[in-house]
Every structure is written in structure tokens, then in C-alpha cells.
């Protein structure tokens, strides 16, 4: 793909004015809204549930790009098409049956996405990566934002390039966790399509210019 994509995660937004922070991301650069499902058993933390999505679907005017970090995700895949998300990413550390898991959510109109932990390996997708629309590869382990990026993932978008290449897959590549400018430019340079950055966009003093910045970062033509 060769338009690098910006997906603000709201993770990083202020939940007391998350109507503010969602017409900000409508109205900016960004391509998607990425939306992080944490179920306090898969990751240590938790995050926000159907309520909240219910909510945030009624403002957003971009693609929901919802990132489940909950075990066992079959069980709410028709939950997450019903409020809207445009693209379903389970984690293959969570899923016993992934093939499928990724067979249920197109079947729900939804696209695929897999997300790989630091610690899992490229390969263990060779044999589902034709069925997966984005892998979602974690440079941090995941359950919090505003961590430090882990240098590891530039091998692994490569070796992933590699694999989807291989296959003839159409996979895209996204990057999820310490997203910044300062390593935005290296992981489109790697192979990355979408880049999803949480605490840089929000907690910075022009979330609009900042998201800017970081587009224009990626752009081929920069
Ligand atoms: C972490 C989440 C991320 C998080 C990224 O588990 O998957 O989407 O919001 O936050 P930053 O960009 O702050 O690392
Ligand atoms: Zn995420």
C-alpha cells in the first residue's frame, strides 16, 4: 500500500471530553480511529466496553478500528459489527481456533486483523496470513499507552514484508505502541502502512498539528 495510514488511539483522549477529542480526530489528517478493548485478564489492565463504544460510534466519521486485547473474542465478534467497527483485530495469543476466529469476523462483514505480542514470532502466520487483512504488530507489550517503543519491530515488519510477500497475501502492516516522529519515518521506511499512536497525539499541546506532523512524516513524497 503505498498511502501510509494515522490512526489516533483513543486510549490516550480525555474521557471527560471524549465528544471534543473525537471531532478533533474527524476533522484532522487521521485516516481511522484506533480502539483499544482490554478485559483486565488478557492484559492487566481495562480499559472500555460496549457502552462507551456505542457512544463514540455515534460521533466518529472515520473507519473504527477496534483492537481486542480480551481472551476467547469469538464470543463478541458480532457485538463489536453490530456497533460499528469497520476492521476486528484479535490477538493470536488469545485465540485457540484463529482460523476460525478470522473466518467469523468477515463473515460478519468486518476485516481481519491479527495482533502479535512482542514475544511472538513472524512465522506462526504463514499459515492464516491469506485470511488476514492487517496484521497488528505491538512494539510494546500490550495493556497501557504512553510506553517506550520496542526496537525489535523494524526485524519484524521486514521478516512480516517478507511473509506477505511470499504468500501474495495483501495484508497491510500496522505498528502499534511508542508511535512518534521520531521513529514514524523507520517503520514506513520498514514496510509499515498504518501507524497508531496514543499519547503523542493527545498528550501534546496541538493534537490537530501533531497528527499532521506525523502524516506528513510518512508521506512518500517528504
Ligand atoms: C496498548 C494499546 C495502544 C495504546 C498505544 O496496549 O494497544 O493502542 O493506546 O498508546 P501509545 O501510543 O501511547 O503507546
Ligand atoms: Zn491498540
Redesign the pocket.
Given at each position: 500500500m503505498d498511502k501510509k495510514l494515522i490512526a489516533p488511539?483513543?486510549?490516550?483522549a480525555d474521557f471527560g471530553n471524549l465528544q471534543r477529542d473525537i471531532e478533533m480526530v474527524n476533522l484532522s489528517k487521521a485516516d481511522w480511529f484506533?480502539i483499544?478493548i482490554?478485559d483486565g485478564v488478557f492484559?492487566p489492565?481495562i480499559s472500555y466496553g460496549m457502552p462507551v463504544l456505542k457512544a463514540i460510534a455515534k460521533h466518529t466519521t472515520k473507519p473504527l478500528d477496534v483492537?481486542l486485547?480480551i481472551i476467547d473474542p469469538d464470543r463478541y465478534i458480532q457485538t463489536f459489527a453490530d456497533l460499528g467497527a469497520a476492521h476486528l483485530t484479535v490477538h493470536y495469543e488469545a485465540c485457540t481456533h484463529l482460523h476460525r476466529t478470522l473466518q467469523g469476523i468477515r463473515a460478519a462483514g468486518m476485516k481481519t486483523g491479527v495482533?502479535l505480542n512482542p514475544h511472538t514470532n513472524i512465522n506462526l502466520l504463514e499459515d492464516t496470513i491469506n485470511d488476514i487483512d492487517i496484521v497488528l504488530i505491538?512494539?510494546?507489550?500490550?495493556?497501557?499507552?504512553?510506553?517506550s517503543?520496542i526496537e525489535n519491530t523494524y526485524g519484524k515488519i521486514r521478516a512480516l514484508k517478507e511473509l506477505i510477500d511470499k504468500r501474495g497475501a495483501k495484508t497491510i502492516i500496522e505498528i502499534?505502541?511508542?508511535?512518534?516522529t521520531v521513529n514514524s519515518k523507520k517503520l514506513a521506511d520498514a514496510g509499515a502502512d498504518v501507524l497508531?499512536?496514543?499519547?503523542?497525539?493527545f498528550?501534546s499541546d496541538d493534537p490537530t498539528r501533531t497528527i499532521e506532523e506525523l502524516k506528513e512524516s510518512v508521506d512518500s513524497g517528504h
Open positions: 488511539s483513543l486510549l490516550a484506533h483499544d482490554m492484559v489492565n483492537h486485547m495482533a505491538m512494539s510494546v507489550n500490550p495493556g497501557f499507552g504512553g510506553q517503543f502499534d505502541g511508542g508511535v512518534s497508531v499512536a496514543g499519547s503523542f497525539v498528550k
